[in-house]
């Protein structure tokens, strides 16, 4: 064992991990599945998340049942259909007929205008229903909130008609006059949202699905013998095989930064210092949860399920693709404990919000001190045994 | 076909299953943690968000507001006394949404009463994170709405009387009214965002397991050399595909049923149509998803390379398969390139059976597709195992 008390045995620290880490980049550059999951990956989710999901409601198709025949019911399908969201409405001519549509999931929303509803407008209290498909629950939700909002500003009589054309705010049938704004992403755009947290991602997968297999593979081909046989002290060669991965990682974050930037214009609002050194930290952390995964498995088909299933909550229960703050209490704090929440909040408030590095402070810490468990848990494992 | 010969197969890939007990813990438990964790993860309710709060008018009309405002649960006012402090808690996302009440508000509220402008309030929500403040937008303002028009009714006593929702001072009554739309939700009246997680989860662990389990078994197999030995015994290529496809169905199966139980009793979401009729077809399913694990697997030279394979082939499947996202949101082609994955049919048949009660008869197209992909995907699994012999 060498202490690093001493300055020739500190040498040799740092020239072993030298060593280590050379022979493990040469095992990489090898590697073709790996470089392959490099590669392509990145550009798969960076067009995922930058082109194809949205959890924003498009091309909602409605169903219409309008007893009513009148002008005014016209308009105020015309209103709800000029939102955006929506697919032209689908007429249906029974309410038997339009439950049933629902029920074959043909539509999301099926709005029913009754009969009276030009003498209810006359009398002051019209009043509409709305079927939406509850299986689909955040749409659903969203799309009632959006025709709630056309239906409560819509102008019911000509005087409000009238008086919409001439001033703005005075026509609203609103009790006050709400002033909404949208900091940080005006237009609320869920695909900022997810490009801010895509370098977490591609980090998770990345360090994890590399390193987790690493000490696997080296006990089942017999290498991992052989290292212990060599003059290294486990710390050295955990330390040694994922200085080439640091800086593979940090490749993968400029390509999701600068992508993100050039392609959707989604640049790094705040301190891109801040940006850099807060995913040390994190892609340490990862490496080392994948070092961890790969001293518990047997064998490499173990360590993949264990990564792939620490994987998966990960995204999940970090906010990256759900608001994390909206979980109740207990699956909210077990999010806490992976990597991945803390360096997606440091990212969110660096590059959505502009933050500098004292905003990101809490984060950091929160990521060091999970390094450093992992880190105590790899060498309560590694210590070194044969067989 | 050797039905001897099958028997032999399908009995030795069960004790191979069940003699390794990390592939016994793993059946087991995963669909408990990825039903309890996507369960919970998808919410349309929002409750307890911290709201900031800047009153600048300090009077009991801007204090009852607030206070109206966090009465429910729904949000958790903290209060700022600077534009500088509640800028920066909005930064360091300590708030997701903000509300701004002007000096003036109690005399706003007074002069709105008989008839002139109304009150104004800035309200700011945190783009970056955008799906809560989506969800939260309308709730925000429901909320603010009806606090000043009940406020605004008791300053103006005599619209008293009329529905809280949509009191409007006296003189701006004739301005406008607006339209009441009662909201009902079919099938999920709480629209409640557990269902429909549940039932997603299902195509996910239904896929995503089937499609490892297949590949380490055989990538096992392979650093065993059982598989070639396999490969040189009298057993045809069909009699080793459903030698494998088989008994992990079965086991699959069963997985199916314990997922339904727990759903049931831990999550208390139960499907809506019948559970018989959706252990069937999720069975079927599972076959489906086996022959496509044993694709990749028979096509990958390495184990890391079919792993490699499975877990790229898990990105789309969570992302794509509208399990977690909704298809229509996607660009046009995208949504053409969905209906490519058998887990979008059947994650659309689950959430059909689960919250809406659809019948066999409802589901005939997507069940005729998933049998579709069945047959191509048997035949091409089929073909890549010949290749190999």
């Not at chain 1, 007929?97 to 019209?126: C, M, S, W, Y």
């Not at chain 1, 806490?336 to 803390?342: E, G, Q, S, T, V």
């Not at chain 2, 887990?343 to 919250?355: E, L, P, Q």
Request: proline letters at 6%.
């Amino acid at each position: 064992m060498s202490s690093p008390q001493s300055p020739v045995s500190r040498r040799s620290f740092w020239s072993n991990v030298a060593a280590v880490a050379y022979k493990e980049a040469s095992v990489i550059r090898h590697d073709k599945a790996l470089l392959a999951t490099v590669f392509a990956q990145p550009v798969m989710m960076l067009l995922l998340f930058g082109m194809a999901l949205s959890n924003k409601p498009a091309n909602v198709k409605w169903l219409v049942l309008d007893r009513s025949h009148s002008a005014i019911s016209r308009r105020f399908v015309q209103d709800v259909q000029m939102t955006g969201y929506f697919k032209p409405p689908q007429p249906v001519w029974s309410y038997d007929d339009g439950r049933r549509q629902l029920q074959d999931a043909n539509a999301l929303a099926f709005l029913v205008i009754p009969k009276n509803f030009r003498r209810d407008i006359e009398r002051g209290r019209p009043r509409v229903q709305l079927l939406v498909d509850g299986s689909d629950p955040l749409s659903a939700a969203r799309v009632a909130a959006y025709i709630g909002q056309v239906a409560a500003e819509f102008a019911t009589t000509p005087l409000t008609l009238a008086a919409r054309a001439t001033s703005g705010a005075e026509s609203s049938p609103m009790p006050v006059d709400l002033r909404q704004r949208f900091w940080f992403n005006p237009t609320l755009l869920d695909r900022n949202f997810f490009l801010a947290a895509l370098a977490g991602m591609l980090l998770t997968n990345l360090c994890l699905s590399a390193t987790s297999l690493g000490l696997v593979a080296e006990r089942e081909s017999g290498t991992y013998e052989q290292m212990l046989a060599l003059p290294t002290t486990p710390l050295e060669i955990v330390l040694g095989k994922l200085v080439p991965f640091v800086g593979l990682s940090y490749g993968v974050f400029a390509f999701a930064t600068l992508a993100a930037g050039l392609f959707f214009g989604a640049w790094p609002q705040g301190s891109w210092l801040a940006l850099v050194l807060v995913t040390l930290p994190f892609v340490l952390a990862s490496l080392g949860i994948g070092v961890f995964v790969s001293t518990l498995a047997h064998t490499s088909a173990q360590a993949v399920f264990i990564t792939v299933f620490f994987i998966m909550p990960s995204f999940v229960l970090s906010g990256s693709m759900f608001p994390y703050q909206l979980m109740p209490h207990g699956v909210r704090e077990v999010g806490a404990l992976f990597p991945l929440r803390w360096y997606q909040i440091a990212l969110r408030r660096i590059v959505e919000r502009g933050a500098g590095l004292t905003e990101v402070l809490g984060p950091v810490l929160a990521l060091v001190i999970l390094f450093g468990v992992i880190l105590a848990g790899i060498r309560w494992r590694m210590k070194p045994r044969l067989g | 076909m050797n039905w001897r010969r099958l028997r032999t197969l399908m009995r030795r890939e069960v004790l191979a299953t069940f003699r390794d007990p990390f592939t016994v813990t793993i059946l087991v438990t995963v669909p408990l943690v990825a039903l309890l964790l996507f369960g919970y993860v998808l919410s349309t309710e929002v409750k307890g968000l911290s709201l900031g709060v800047l009153d600048s008018n300090r009077t009991s009309a801007s204090r009852r507001l607030v206070a109206e405002l966090s009465a429910k649960g729904t949000f958790d006012a903290r209060f700022y006394t600077t534009n500088g402090e509640l800028e920066r808690g909005l930064v360091s996302g300590a708030i997701s949404a903000a509300i701004v009440i002007p000096p003036d508000f109690d005399r706003d509220l007074r002069a709105a009463a008989s008839g002139r402008e109304l009150p104004e309030i800035q309200v700011i929500y945190d783009g970056g994170e955008a799906v809560l403040a989506g969800n939260a937008e309308g709730f925000l303002r429901g909320l603010i709405n009806a606090a000043v028009a009940s406020m605004l009714a008791e300053e103006a006593p005599q619209v008293a009387g009329a529905r809280p929702a949509a009191v409007l001072p006296a003189a701006a009554a004739p301005r406008a009214s607006g339209v009441e739309v009662v909201t009902r939700s079919v099938f999920n009246p709480k629209l409640d965002g557990t269902p429909f997680m549940v039932s997603g989860t299902f195509g996910f662990v239904l896929s995503f397991l089937t499609v490892l389990i297949t590949a380490v078994s055989i990538v096992n197999e392979k650093l065993t050399g059982t598989f070639e030995q396999l490969q040189v015994t009298p057993a045809t290529s069909v009699e080793i595909l459903l030698g494998k496809i088989v008994p992990l169905g079965a086991v699959f199966a069963f997985d199916v049923v314990l997922m339904v139980l727990i759903a049931g009793l831990l999550l208390h979401v139960w499907p809506v149509g019948s559970a018989i009729f959706f252990v069937l077809v999720s069975s079927f399913y599972v076959l489906i998803s086996l022959a496509l694990g044993l694709i990749i697997s028979a096509t990958s030279a390495t184990a890391a390379e079919a792993v490699q394979k499975s877990v790229l082939f898990s990105i789309p499947l969570v992302q794509l398969s509208g399990f977690a996202f909704p298809i229509r949101s996607m660009p046009l082609v995208v949504q053409w390139f969905t209906e490519l994955f058998p887990a979008t049919h059947y994650i659309r048949i689950s959430r059909a059976i689960y919250m809406r009660g659809a019948g066999p008869l409802a589901l005939l197209p997507e069940m005729a597709l998933l049998a579709l992909f069945g047959v191509l995907l048997m035949t091409y699994a089929l073909r890549s195992i010949e290749a190999r012999r």
